[in-house]
């Protein structure tokens, strides 16, 4: 069975402890589970249940079909992807911990000394997130998507790519930034731009379902003076690689004083810059969940998802973004643009819907938080191959499940 690894937290250590959950001892009793699909048919969506108990892993097995699906309990929330279900349909399970599972989860590989984790699914590379060690602000690169290719452009991580533009020199593949943050600029990468400065790991772990990886920033202007902190989780989820699947949280803290993010279009809380060959003037397709296609109709407009499609090393893949209903101003608005820029801005509004809203600067007051939470979808084809609006509903709608007997 893959073994969960709980890391040790503090970021000083290189050698990293691990506990293994193998097939005991298990604390925690067998759960009989019965699962709603809902009016939408689901496969390969993550579905996740409070069943309080240790971090452990297991098997779920279908009482309909008889096949077994691997679960795993991590802060008393138990995480297994249902692998197809027929809407309006329903099926039961049985979860017995500590029971073998030969299946090839998530793979988290740390490097404390230079400050980042690579992230792996069923044995093959989908991120590394650089969180330490980097120039301005943590980012994830490579971004590899369905058939093994890299959806987000290596500039400026990795220079002179054959074929690659050059422009816009802070946008690193993905990554969290903001133009206005009580006067500083952290969006940009010039001398007078604010930086993030990574502080501690407060969970790594990883197993047969789902890697987590969350740590604790603090966003300080040049003169290392704190705008405000940040606790940033990322979840990758062992999906199929046609449809992998990353969630984003970005809990922002604002210490003794408030912190103003002013309405400016430069900025996006969750930002991607795909890969040259999609941007949308050589050919690549921008969507959103309201049906515009291209810069005009999704450019400043509010929208569940946002998706930017194209051909990528010779094969037709997508990147959409999942806007979670409880975000600030969801739908939010989008800072889309043909050149290869995603990036979900909810504070740009005098630039992009001022009948809507005149101003869309956003105070935080002294020692309140602002929380969102996005989706990443890396998927075959455009939004209708990649099956985008219904995976959307598995984020924001995802199946009924609850303990039975």
């Known amino acids: 069975m893959p073994s969960m690894n709980l890391h040790a937290t503090d970021p000083r250590s290189s050698n990293l402890t691990k506990t293994l959950y193998r097939n005991g001892p298990s604390f925690m009793p067998v759960k009989h589970l019965i699962l709603d699909a809902g009016p939408h048919h689901r496969r390969n969506t993550l ?27 991590i802060d008393g929330t138990l995480y297994f992807v249902l692998d197809e279900l027929a809407a309006g349909e329903q099926c039961k399970l049985v ?21 980042y984790v690579a992230m792996q699914v069923a044995g093959e590379p989908l991120t590394t997130y650089h969180y330490d060690q980097v120039p301005f602000r943590p980012y994830l690169h490579p971004l ?36 206005d943050v009580n006067g500083v600029d952290h969006w940009g990468e010039t001398e007078d731009c604010g930086v993030q400065v990574h502080r501690k790991i407060n969970k790594i772990c ?27 989780r990322i979840s990758v989820c062992n999906t199929p690689q046609d449809a992998r699947q990353l969630d984003l949280q970005v809990i922002l803290l604002a210490g003794d004083k408030p912190v103003v993010f002013g309405d400016t279009k430069e900025g ?30 999704t450019w400043g ?18 990147i959409a973004i999942f806007d979670h209903p409880l975000n ?28 809507l809203l005149k101003d869309g600067s956003y105070t ?13 979808l890396l998927h075959e084809g455009d939004v209708a191959q990649g099956n985008v609006a219904n995976r959307f509903h598995d984020y924001v709608h995802p199946p009924n499940i609850q303990l039975s007997g």
């Not at 029971?99 to 988290?108: L, P």
């Not at 600030?328 to 009948?355: D, I």
Request: glycine fraction near 14%; include cysteine.
């Open 268 to 297: 996006g809380i969750c930002s991607v810059r795909v890969a040259t060959t999609m941007d949308g003037k050589t050919g690549g397709k921008i969507e959103n969940s309201v049906g515009g296609v291209g810069e005009d109709e």
């Open 144 to 179: 590899v998507g369905p058939h093994g290719v890299h959806m987000t452009r290596a500039y400026p991580i990795v220079e002179n790519v054959e074929g690659e533009t050059d422009d816009h020199l802070h946008h690193r593949s993905v990554w969290v930034a903001f133009g």
């Open 328 to 355: 600030l101003r969801h739908p939010t608005p989008w800072h889309v643009r043909n050149y290869g820029l995603m990036a979900a801005n909810p504070f740009g509004h005098s630039h992009y819907q001022s009948s």
């Open 206 to 232: 990883d197993g047969p379902v789902l890697g987590i990886f969350e740590h604790e920033l603090q966003w300080q202007g040049q003169d290392h003076k704190p705008s405000l902190s940040e606790t940033r």
């Open 95 to 115: 979860f017995e911990p500590g029971q073998e599972s030969d299946i090839s989860g998530v793979k988290f590989d740390h490097d404390v000394a230079k400050g």
């Open 364 to 376: 935080i007051e002294a020692g309140q938080t602002l929380a969102f939470n996005y989706r990443l």
């Open 301 to 318: 407009k509010p929208a569940h998802w946002c998706d930017y499609s194209g051909v990528c090393q010779g094969k037709d893949v997508g």
């Open 47 to 73: 579905v996740c249940l409070d069943v309080g108990g240790p971090d452990i892993c297991g098997v779920l097995s279908r009482a309909d079909s008889g096949k077994h699906l691997s679960g795993q309990v």
